[in-house]
């Protein structure tokens, strides 16, 4: 699949969280070891390719970073790095021009993106998730991996009930974005945890924070 990312998100990577904030160094994290079935436990039925399933996902050149970045960061997970950060872009509304751009929160939205850091093609069926933790969307399904193979979603926030009373978000409910890979080897991912607060502008993400996620079960609330 194709990001779809406004024009205007072309210059260099940023890492600060704020003006005059600078990120925290970028956490890595490894693989969980609920990848590891327990002993005696039956393994995952793995998810069977379609007959017009799509070849391997080739390698890529990396996403470019979107210019004015709100906060977020890199993490690692098994054969993956995940890049999850908010940004700040006026495309990202409620009445966008296109349903990609749509967002809860006006002017910020989520950049997620995936890359498999092997050096061998990694073996499918691959399905690739995101959305809200416990409601997460199919986006694609893979064959296999080629190194350097990335994609993802530039996209807006969309947050789960919980955080929405009369349409409108409420501050101190926790979201968490999640980016996910669904394989025959275990669930990588990567999950951008927010909460909102009062601000001038409305209601702004604070204390943000990106870790690996990498869940036994699925849970897609689907």
Known sequence: MTLETPEEETAAPSQTAAAGATLPPTPTVAVSPALTSPAGASPAPLVSLPENAPPALGA????PTPADVLAGGVVENGPFTFDLRLVRDGAF????????????LDGIGAFMVWTYTGQEEFPGPVTEWWGNEGDLNSLAMYSALEPLANDGRNGGV??????????????????SLVLLLETPQ??????LRFELQPDVKGYQPAHIFVEAYSPAVMNTGQ
């Open 186 to 191: 275990g669930n990588f991912g990567a999950r």
């Open 158 to 175: 969309l947050l789960p009930e919980a955080a929405m009373v009369g349409g409108l978000p409420q501050p101190g409910v926790e979201t």
């Open 93 to 104: 509304n409620r009445s966008p021009v296109t349903p990609s751009l749509y967002s809860d």
């Open 60 to 63: 890529l050149p990396p996403q």
